[in-house]
């Protein structure tokens, strides 16, 4: 193709609907017929980027590799897709500001009133196109953030009305809105929908699909309806019903034709059928497993599932692979002590202790790793969670009894994690970490070269505290090894207990690399040993 398509995923009525979920399935289905294909998400609120933002507040900070700390829906994009994104694939509302306010400090307006429009929209559509000419794509999906009438939203759908009448014939817009069912009376709703529509017509954008998010499935007359009064063809009425794993969503859509249509309004030939063989089988993997595995998540955002978003959908890949269901527990480590431990972890065959940042909950993390270690139980520690297994272990087998990590006590006498050299000059917070992906070399006699069958490998990182070297010679001789080591800087980035049945600890994140056609290795491991147990 010689310049890109475009298609908008607009949401009404209500936030989290899935946007991300349709955003993702028509991706995979346009790439199933042989498109180029990626997605975008514009994020309406001011932050530079999700890193400094408390998790409660946004769920899974999602990085990439090349180091751009991201909306979570671009792990649903990756997953789906089997591709990387980049920073190129996330855009908020304080990346256009500031490119816009630097811009202006320079003296780029030449002394120009900067305004809203068209300087602001014109970044906006800047980014948006950026993406498709940088890297060559044939259709770019942007996913719009928040639901139309939010005031922080104006600014992209005004860039969308733009686009469209620039360029029309190369763009679409699919909305997302909800239909209510109401069992009093029986009837699903579609009153919502139409107010959301007019609420875009009147930004100046017409939809040319939509898709129903119900419980209950669409008639024909609730089509046609629809169809009436939101100025779409009948066969644009997308139902998208509730099914029991997202997963199932692109065959949903393809059954709708969800990609057919798209094609056919960006005037674009089909192509190739797609099969979606591997995923078919995933999704009846998923759907009908041989076993059951339970698996305790030990972490201090629990009450919010989305702030591990990574690491579940790991699990349910490599519980595929394994023709298991995982049934992840979510446990406060602040609700862990050395009385409770075993009536909390007893009912749990592994025990996969999650990232985080601070001391709140850390000793919860720490009796967790102690209870695994000296129960043969299956563990996996990811980042902090590798950081409180070598705390334990220093604290319980090399009997340095006040040994931590300086994040939380910087006065301990035996710091075996110690923030590293490159970030004791630092005072921002904002994307200041060690990010994205950085290369390790396997010990081949390890756990982990069993998992990965490489001597190299990379991954993704997202810390400022690492383990202190001064202490690998004493950690190595009681029997916990560094077997993952970054060539360039020296660094610990993998620790496993070999005289154990499974134990392994790895520095990065390896849930932001799992995919639903190349599941996580070191999640297949894990699941495997905890169904041994």
Not at 116 to 122: E, L, Y
Not at 425 to 436: P, S, V
Not at 507 to 514: A, C, D
């Amino acid at each position: 193709m010689g310049h890109s398509k475009y298609i908008f995923v607009t949401g009404g009525v209500t936030s989290s609907l899935g946007k991300g979920i349709i955003s993702a399935s028509l991706a995979k289905l346009l790439q199933a017929r042989g498109y180029k294909v990626t997605i975008q998400k514009l994020d309406p609120y001011i932050n530079i980027d999700p890193g400094t933002l408390n998790p409660y507040e946004h769920g899974e900070c999602f990085v990439t590799d090349d180091g751009a700390e991201t909306d979570l829906d671009l792990g649903h994009y990756e997953r789906f897709l089997n591709i990387l994104t980049t920073q190129d694939n996330n855009v908020t509302t304080g990346k256009v500001y500031q490119t816009v306010i630097n811009k202006e400090r320079r003296g780029d307006f030449l002394g120009k009133t900067v305004q809203i429009i068209p300087h602001i929209t014109d970044e906006i559509k800047r980014r948006i196109k950026l993406l498709g000419t940088r890297h060559n794509f044939d259709i770019v999906i942007t996913e719009i953030g928040g639901t139309v009438g939010d005031i922080e939203s104006l600014p992209y759908i005004e860039a969308v009305r733009q686009m469209k009448w620039e360029k029309e014939r190369d763009i679409i817009c699919i909305h997302l809105t909800f239909v209510p069912y109401l069992s009093t009376s029986g009837e699903l709703k579609t009153k919502p929908t139409q107010h959301s529509v007019k609420m875009l017509l009147e930004t100046g954008v017409q939809p040319d699909i939509l898709v129903l998010r119900t419980q209950k499935p669409l008639t024909d007359d609730i089509r046609r309806k629809v169809a009436l009064f939101c100025n779409v063809a009948q066969e644009a009425v997308i139902e998208s019903i509730d099914v029991s794993t997202i997963y199932e969503v692109p065959l949903l859509m393809l059954k709708e034709k969800l990609d057919v249509i798209a094609l056919k309004k960006l005037k674009l030939p089909l192509r190739e059928q797609p099969m979606l063989k591997q995923w078919k089988d995933f999704v009846n993997n998923v759907k009908n497993p041989e076993f059951d595995v339970k698996i305790a998540l030990i972490g201090k955002y629990v009450e919010l599932a989305d702030a591990y978003k990574s690491i579940i959908e790991a699990t349910i890949h490599a519980g595929a692979v394994n023709f298991c269901k995982v049934q992840v527990g979510l446990i406060h480590s602040e609700h862990i002590d050395e009385n409770n431990v075993k009536e909390l972890l007893q009912p749990y065959k592994g025990i996969l202790i999650a990232p985080g940042f601070g001391h709140r909950g850390i000793d919860g993390k720490i009796i967790a790793a102690r209870y695994a270690r000296e129960n043969n139980i299956p563990f996996f520690g990811i980042c902090l969670g590798l950081q409180c297994a070598v705390i334990e272990f220093a604290r319980s087998i090399l009997h340095y009894k006040d040994a931590h990590s300086t994040e939380m006590n910087p006065t301990t006498t035996h710091p075996v994690i110690d923030l590293m050299e490159a970030q004791k000059e630092i005072i921002n917070k904002g994307h200041t970490m060690r990010l994205g992906a950085y290369s390790c070399n396997i010990k081949r006699k390890s756990k982990t070269f069993e998992a990965y069958r490489k001597l190299k490998i990379s991954e993704r990182h997202r810390h400022r505290y690492e383990i202190n070297n001064a202490y690998l010679a004493e950690f190595e001789k009681a029997g916990m090894i560094a077997s993952g080591i970054n060539p360039d800087t020296n660094l610990v980035e993998i620790i496993e207990i070999p005289n154990h049945k499974w134990f392994v600890g790895d520095q990065f994140h390896p849930e932001y690399k799992s995919t639903v056609l190349n599941p996580h290795q070191l999640f297949i491991r894990f699941i495997k040993a905890a169904l041994m147990e």
